[in-house]
């Protein structure tokens, strides 16, 4: 594995203007939050502070082709991001999608404050905060639809707020870092609409994953699952990205 860029060096290598377009004083404001608060509010290590814009933000920047051909001719054009924590890769990716709408879910209260300040300072408008656990969410679909999936989620009690706000699923859910396969094929498929895509950032054990969890994909209706590369800019390694269709 190469060593990143630094934040300087990306500055100067021409890359974020390619990358980004329109979207970068959004994703350059968020950046330079993340500079000044990231590490003392505890959503980045200390050896991030000087590689932001490889290791996360360009990083999260990869899944928006993959989020654009998933939503290409479909009527609704929304996307759940899971565990958003740090808002990766949710606020990057609402900002260079200014046409979908993106519900990040995030249970912690103090990364659902930092994720409302960022909406603000990005000047987003495509995006709602929902702070929940994942089971929460699914919980809420269903009591929405008027059924329980028998899997125990509804057993899940759903706050008012919740239930507003999580009323349909969604054409594509993204994730990043959360957990293993096995464990995320059944706190993410359930929220993806039918015909619609998980679309998951990961690392290179991201084929090893999907050996390991086919059989839960397929009880959460999944298919299709498959690793592709992507892209996070010329010059840069790569990083990968985990699909699944959704029936």
């Not at 000087?50 to 928006?64: C, K, P, Q, T, Y």
């Not at 103090?110 to 990005?122: D, H, I």
């Not at 408008?125 to 809420?140: D, G, K, L, M, P």
């Not at 800019?233 to 699944?244: F, K, Q, S, W």
Request: with cysteine; charged share 25%.
């Amino acid at each position: 594995m190469s060593e990143m860029m630094s934040d300087e060096q990306i500055e100067q290598s021409g890359i974020l203007e390619t990358i980004f377009g329109d979207a970068l004083p959004k994703v350059r404001a968020f950046y330079e939050k993340l500079k000044s608060e990231g590490e003392p509010r505890g959503l980045i290590g200390p050896r991030d502070v000087d590689i932001l814009w490889e290791r996360h933000l360009l990083n999260s920047a990869a899944v928006v082709p993959f989020i654009r051909q998933a939503t290409s001719g479909k009527q609704f054009r929304s996307v759940a991001d899971i565990g958003s924590g740090g808002g990766f890769p949710g606020l990057v990716a609402a900002a260079m999608l200014p046409d979908h709408t993106f519900t990040l879910i995030e249970p912690m209260e103090r990364r659902c404050e930092w994720l409302s300040e960022c909406v603000e300072t990005m000047g987003l408008e495509n995006v709602q905060i929902v702070r929940a656990r994942s089971e929460e969410a699914i919980a809420a679909l269903e009591q929405a639809r008027g059924k329980s999936s028998g899997r125990g989620h509804a057993k899940n009690t759903v706050t008012p707020e919740v239930a507003q706000a999580i009323r349909h699923p969604f054409t594509v859910v993204t994730c990043r870092a959360v957990a293993p396969m096995t464990k995320l094929a059944g706190w993410t498929l359930p929220l993806v609409a039918p015909h619609g895509e998980l679309i998951a950032l990961k690392g290179r054990s991201a084929g090893a994953e999907i050996e390991k969890a086919r059989k839960v994909i397929a009880q959460y209706g999944g298919r299709h699952a498959r690793v592709k590369e992507a892209e996070v800019a010329p010059g840069l390694e790569p990083t990968h990205v985990l699909i699944v269709d959704k029936q």
